[in-house]
């Protein structure tokens, strides 16, 4: 590693790490460790601000949910655990859905950590590459008898978020978008995040829908993920939930086939 380079992760550790003193490069000749390390924390302090205020703009139901002061708490000691690691701050906060899960003073509100990782795969599909959904029309080019083989391949603004909270009903009523009196606690939901066009969509998928959904994610056939719905769903109907997913925008093209 060269010189600046060193000096440059020296500089970025300690910024993020309030019990390292200031950085030796950066101190004035003549002045004192102390005196030195006061002015730094300035920039430490900026830094763990424009964070917090970053996860803030990412996460505004877990905000909402838990209030302003928690919530405050709660991001330093994310921060403390995780700092930033890059320049573009929309990334930051993939792993504050997980840092929920086991963050003690969030054990009464278990169902966070799934909203956190709805909000942030929401983000995420904002920031995704542009793609012209592929329409359900596609597969009337297939022969009937090899339409079980083949593949979809995901548009690139898709997720699948599972849960055994009502993760978009309370997403939906911490921003606004539905009545907090909608949320049944006792009703699992499993979520689609997906931008077809401009605006992100997020879609509750019916029972055996995720079942389905995740398989063809992983790269299964059609055949092979329709028996994954139907094992989580006796009365699974593929052609309703096929048209679902391509009314949603979920696919960008028929994968390739052998």
């Given at each position: 590693m060269s010189r600046l380079a060193s000096?440059?992760?020296?500089?970025?550790?300690a910024l993020t790490d309030p019990d390292r003193s200031a950085p030796t490069d950066v101190r004035r000749p003549g002045s004192n460790q102390a005196a030195q390390t006061k002015r730094f924390d300035v920039y430490r302090n900026n830094?763990?601000?424009?964070?917090?205020?970053?996860?803030?703009?990412i996460f505004p139901a877990v905000l909402k949910l838990v209030g302003d002061e928690f919530f405050q708490a709660t991001a330093q000691a994310y921060i403390d655990h995780a700092p930033p690691s890059s320049p573009l701050l929309f990334?930051?906060?993939?792993?504050?859905?997980a840092f929920l899960d086991d963050f003690p003073p969030?054990?009464?509100?278990?169902?966070?950590g799934d909203v956190a990782r709805l909000e942030f795969a929401r983000l995420q599909a904002y920031h995704a590459a542009?793609?012209?959904?592929?329409a359900i029309s596609a597969l009337a080019e297939i022969p009937s008898d090899e339409v079980a083989a083949i593949?979809?391949?995901a548009h690139p603004a898709v997720s699948l978020i599972r849960s055994r909270y009502p993760v978009v009903s309370?997403?939906?009523?911490?921003?606004?978008?539905?009545?907090?009196?909608?949320v049944d606690m006792a009703c699992a939901e499993d979520a689609l995040t997906v931008r077809p066009e401009?605006?992100?969509?997020?879609?509750?998928l019916p029972t055996g829908g995720a079942n389905f959904l995740d398989s063809l994610l992983e790269g299964d056939s059609l055949g092979i993920a329709a028996e994954a719905g139907a094992a989580a769903e006796p009365d699974f109907d593929l052609s309703a939930h096929l048209a679902g997913l391509f009314d949603a925008g979920t696919f960008e093209r028929i994968g390739e086939r052998p």
């Open positions: 000096s440059q992760s020296t500089f970025a550790q830094v763990a601000v424009a964070a917090i205020d970053t996860l803030r703009d990334q930051y906060g993939d792993t504050f859905g969030a054990a009464s509100v278990p169902y966070l542009d793609a012209t959904p592929l593949t979809l391949v309370l997403w939906g009523a911490s921003v606004g978008l539905a009545s907090s009196d909608d401009l605006d992100v969509d997020t879609l509750i």
